[in-house]
T-cell receptor, first 115, second 118 residues
Framework: DTEVTQTPKHLVMGMTNKKSLKCEQH?????MYWYKQKAKKPPELMFVYSYEKLSINESVPSRFSPECPNSSLLNLHLHALQPEDSALYLC??????????????FGPGTRLTVT | GDSVTQMEGPVTLSEEAFLTINCTYTATGYPSLFWYVQYPGEGLQLLLK?????DKGSNKGFEATYRKETTSFHLEKGSVQVSDSAVYFCALIKIFNAGGTSYGKLTFGQGTILTVHP
């Protein structure tokens, strides 16, 4: 099973709302990632968790707050977003030790629109 | 720093035509290389990978060979179908090790839009 699931599939929120994106994997991977993808562009890395600890924050604004409550789940809490934050948010997972290539498996994404 | 360059698109082909999408990279060391495919409205799917020089990755009729001498990883398919219409991303990975754990940082090319007509 190489499935990463994400909910919701679509989200529309106002600039004063608080919402959360959820990601789940059951591949036993201990590294999980959040990416942001704008139309016709490659994904941009936002955060990396390895063994439930934040390993990389790519200078993401504090209105995005990641959380990794356990080895299977990854959340992204959103607050006071701007219209330019509208994008496809992708979650991915990979092994975190003992692998040959550490390839990442992506979820289907959450299409976020900020109004 | 590391970088990946893909041929500019979009690429438009007729069904059953031969496909080549060029990909070259710049990196220190010997990174693993990947092709990801993104169908309209979906996330990225890992299409194929190669972890060392001269490795050939293959999946669903697509192939790519890791060429160290030319720092290339070109994607090929002998006969494309309408269902292959998608965006294709070439990528390399750099592995970071910290405190006994590892994670990868992907560097993507800009993507190539492929449209296949019946």
């Amino acid at each position: 099973d190489t499935e990463v699931t994400q909910t919701p599939k679509h989200l529309v929120m106002g600039m004063t709302n608080k919402k959360s994106l959820k990601c789940e994997q059951h591949m036993g991977h201990r590294a999980m990632y959040w990416y942001k993808q704008k139309a016709k562009k490659p994904p941009e890395l936002m955060f990396v968790y390895s063994y439930e600890k934040l390993s990389i924050n790519e200078s993401v604004p504090s209105r995005f707050s990641p959380e990794c409550p356990n080895s299977s789940l990854l959340n992204l809490h959103l607050h006071a977003l701007q219209p330019e934050d509208s994008a496809l948010y992708l979650c991915a997972s990979s092994p975190a030790s003992g692998a040959s290539s550490y390839e990442q498996y992506f979820g289907p994404g959450t299409r976020l629109t900020v109004t | 720093g590391d970088s990946v360059t893909q041929m500019e698109g979009p690429v438009t082909l007729s069904e059953e035509a031969f496909l080549t999408i060029n990909c070259t990279y710049t990196a220190t060391g010997y990174p693993s290389l990947f092709w990801y495919v993104q169908y309209p409205g979906e996330g990225l799917q890992l299409l194929l990978k190669a972890t060392k020089a001269d490795d050939k990755g293959s999946n669903k009729g697509f192939e790519a060979t890791y060429r160290k001498e030319t720092t290339s990883f070109h994607l090929e398919k002998g006969s494309v179908q309408v269902s292959d219409s998608a965006v294709y991303f070439c990528a390399l990975i750099k592995i970071f090790n910290a405190g006994g754990t590892s994670y990868g940082k992907l560097t993507f090319g800009q993507g190539t839009i492929l449209t296949v007509h019946p």
